[in-house]
């Protein structure tokens, strides 16, 4: 059986007219309605969005793609995402912006997945089939807000993978689809550069397809596949050693190269499997390998590209957000798991189960997930969303109140582990403790803790050295009743600043500042650096000092 011929029917019966173009149209457009109002109801926002908001805020306003001004360290992996925000962010904020690029995307994702299923099965029941599949998975719906560029490489690299099937399914191919298919994939690795793994597999049968080509013309289409691709990556990278110096961003150094990776990764995926109940369905894809697989060069491609993305989340260390970086793969895995539930319904009245699984597993991640904890490993959708607004943490409402008592004076510099909200709301100047945005920290940094992308950390000379004013570290918001003295140990400040069981001894007279952020709480920040600046805010809003005490 081929990957293009019809599969064995769920039954005519129960799919009547969605064969048909008018019934076709009509559940495509009701179901990616209904997909994309879910995807909304899921909407949230993290801090981590913020520092691409950061970027894009900074080249809006003429002053660059920093993250401090006048300070050249690429510490987004998402250049063209930046790009349409800092467009976006001229006419509505970013947030909106972020949400609205998110949810174009994700409809992107939705119809590209319903045409891949389409194109290898021949029945667009299936292609319809895949698509609810994949808007239904929490993550995936999740993750169509919340701020990052996972829904628009996701689209990205689906509609390269859709169109690219098709190709190597026998659609006639000119020179305007091979260079579209070339500027898709180069696209989706401008938006995240892990993208490359993922269009490579299809994209080498693609070559190897045009290469042996008897028709003519056929260097002329090899052309139109590589150059676009090439010139595109080709000016992007040149730009990026020009602009920072260096060919991979500053986070590669920060989070790849730290130890215990493998184990976190498989951590990771064992996981997912779980909360997706995914494990038996993967087991039923297996029975009937040959016919999963069919023809040879789109089925092991696509079986390629997912083996080659558990891999490398393997190889990463998995991420700390909740599946986040699953989502560019699951239209791929969406295909597969509507292809093995036609498949089983044909062979053994089966398929109707797969699909109830898929579905029940999503509901069971999605209802269970929030509601237990998962310390310094994987952080649920509502746990990364909650910090923004919590009461209790607020980050929002920190960099609003730092930036406005600070007057938003960039060269006041503040410490945090926070490197989103904060620091894009107060516009002061940051050091990000945990080397994202730090060349220095991300390369020399000590490594303590098991956190994906959390493990570098500062020394205090460093922090002293960039002469930073606010030590924030992980932000600590108390009650309004505070004690007369702090203790550092108290404040969390060891574990930030080169580890636990860091030894390396605080200067002598230090002091603390409660800093109101509402009637209730107050942010704790040691000064560390003094500045006429935060003095003047000192008297101005009569903040308290307060001493701070460090155990020998």
């Given at each position: ?33 209904a997909l994309l109002a879910l995807a909304w109801h899921n909407h949230f926002i993290q ?128 020179g305007m689809r091979l260079t579209a298919l070339s500027t898709l994939a180069a696209l ?23 290469a042996r080509s008897s028709q003519p013309g056929r260097a002329l289409r090899l052309a ?329």
């Amino acid at each position: 059986m081929s990957v293009g011929a019809p599969l064995p029917s769920v039954s005519a019966r129960r799919l009547p007219d969605l064969e048909s173009g008018r019934g076709f149209r009509i559940a495509f457009v009701g179901l990616l309605a209904a997909l994309l109002a879910l995807a909304w109801h899921n909407h949230f926002i993290q801090d981590d969005a913020f520092i691409a908001f950061r970027y894009a805020d900074h080249l809006a306003h003429g002053q660059g793609l920093v993250f401090n001004l006048g300070e050249r360290v690429e510490g987004y992996t998402c250049f063209l995402y930046v790009l349409l925000l800092a467009g976006a962010m001229k006419f509505i904020p970013p947030v909106a912006a972020s949400f609205a690029i998110g949810m174009a995307s994700c409809a992107l994702s939705l119809a590209m997945t319903c045409r891949l299923a389409t194109a290898l099965s021949g029945r667009r029941g299936i292609g319809l089939l895949a698509m609810l599949l994949l808007g239904t998975n929490y993550s995936f719906s999740a993750y169509a807000t919340g701020g990052l560029e996972t829904q628009l490489e996701t689209g990205l690299v689906v509609s390269f993978l859709a169109i690219g099937a098709e190709v190597l399914l026998g659609r006639p191919c000119g020179g305007m689809r091979l260079t579209a298919l070339s500027t898709l994939a180069a696209l989706g690795v401008m938006t995240r550069p892990d993208a490359i793994l993922l269009v490579s597999p299809l994209g080498i049968a693609l070559l190897i397809q045009v290469a042996r080509s008897s028709q003519p013309g056929r260097a002329l289409r090899l052309a139109a596949l590589l150059a676009p691709f090439l010139v595109l990556i080709g000016g992007w990278s040149a730009w990026k050693l020009l602009y920072y110096g260096n060919l991979l961003p500053n986070t590669f150094y920060a989070k790849v190269g730290v130890g215990g990776a493998l184990v976190l990764g498989a951590y990771f995926i064992e996981q997912f499997l779980t909360w997706y109940w995914l494990g038996p369905l993967i087991v039923l894809a297996l029975w009937r390998p040959r016919e999963l697989a069919e023809p040879a060069a789109v089925g092991i491609a696509l079986l390629a590209t997912v083996a080659i993305w558990v891999a490398y989340v393997i190889a990463v260390g998995g991420d700390f957000m909740e599946f986040r970086v699953m989502v560019p793969v699951m239209p791929v895995v969406a295909w597969f798991l509507a292809r093995t539930a036609v498949i089983l319904e044909g062979r053994a009245r089966l398929g109707a189960a797969v699909v109830a699984i898929a579905l029940i597993g999503s509901l069971h991640h999605a209802i269970g997930y929030n509601r237990i904890s998962h310390p310094n490993v994987i952080d649920s959708v509502w746990g990364l969303g909650n910090s923004l607004v919590a009461e209790e943490s607020d980050w929002i409402n920190v960099g609003e109140v730092l930036g406005r008592e600070l007057e938003h004076d960039p060269q006041v510099t503040i410490a945090t582990t926070c490197a989103g909200a904060i620091p894009f709301y107060s516009r002061l100047g940051c050091v990000d403790m945990l080397g994202l945005n730090d060349a220095w920290i991300a390369r020399h940094g000590d490594t303590y803790g098991s956190r994906p992308g959390h493990r570098k950390h500062p020394t205090l000379d460093y922090l002293i050295e960039r002469r930073v004013n606010l030590l924030i570290g992980h932000p600590k918001l108390v009650w309004r009743q505070t004690p007369a003295t702090f203790d550092v140990a108290e404040l969390s400040m060891p574990r930030w600043i080169a580890g636990a069981g860091s030894t390396q001894p605080f200067p002598a007279g230090l002091r603390a500042l409660e800093i109101p952020v509402s009637r209730e709480y107050r942010l704790i920040a040691i000064y560390l650096t003094p500045s006429a600046r935060v003095d003047a805010a000192i008297k101005r809003y009569g903040w308290r000092v307060r001493p701070v005490v460090a155990r020998p």
